[in-house]
């Protein structure tokens, strides 16, 4: 398996507060993704890192702030938590190899995050 | 934006049945992978399909992408419990090392 951890695993917060979510990988892959999957909408990506400081929007990044300082660690940031940001949050992470047409993302166990 | 339909969203099946699951789309992807989800869990990648009109077997599953690179199918034969989970097509269009996940399909196989 691949090492890729995510903290907390579960957290119940309040509307208006802050929230970061941690992820942690130990294969020193370049990418690093962050999605939330909510029934019905598969997973949708929210940010995703290509490098230190290296960051870009995703499909859902309203709401949402990222950072990356380290490469072995890809935080996700509520700065205002919402009910509409209640979802279970996946971290993953890839390596683009040189000639491969594609590429394996390996996931993490998820975040299930409440807001009430 | 790229969109994947899948279909069904819900297939509750008995053991010993066969199953196909469709992954649809308007748009042309360079590679697509199909992901298993067991609950609590994160995805986990079955197979990646390239060429258009490839097929690849793991097992009792079989993988097809459609020749114009725009749809894949997962046909099970003689499902197991062991195969309930959520199953997600994803696909590259080649741009950046991003994946466009489909809504996936709940498989409940009951023995």
């Known amino acids: 398996d691949a090492g890729i951890t995510q903290s907390p695993r579960h957290k119940v917060t309040e509307t208006g507060t802050p929230v970061t979510l941690r992820c942690h990988q130990t294969?020193?892959?370049?990418?690093m993704y962050w999605y939330r999957q909510d029934p019905g909408h598969g997973l949708r990506l929210i940010h995703y890192s290509y490098g230190v400081k290296d960051t870009d929007k995703g499909e859902v990044s309203d709401g949402y702030s990222v950072s990356r300082s380290k490469t072995e660690d890809f935080l996700l940031t509520l700065e205002s938590a919402t009910s509409s940001q209640t979802s279970v949050y996946f971290c993953a992470i890839s390596e683009p190899w040189a000639g491969h047409l594609t590429d394996t993302q390996y996931f993490g166990p998820g975040t299930r995050l409440t807001v009430l | 934006t790229q969109l994947l339909e899948q279909s069904p969203q819900f297939l509750s099946i008995q053991e010993g049945e066969n199953l196909t699951v469709y992954c649809n789309s308007s748009?042309?992807?360079?590679?697509l992978q199909w992901y298993r989800q067991e609950p609590g869990e994160g995805p986990v990648l079955l197979v990646t399909?390239?060429?258009?009109?490839e097929v690849k077997k793991l097992k009792r599953l079989t993988f097809q992408f459609g020749d114009a690179r725009k749809d894949s199918s997962l046909h099970i034969t003689a499902a197991q419990p062991g195969d309930t989970g959520l199953y997600l097509c994803a696909g590259d269009n080649n741009a950046g090392n991003m994946l466009t996940f489909g809504g996936g399909t709940r498989l409940m196989v009951k023995p």
């Open positions: 399909v390239v060429t258009g009109g």
């Open positions: 748009s042309v992807f360079s590679s």
């Open positions: 294969e020193n892959h370049r990418y």
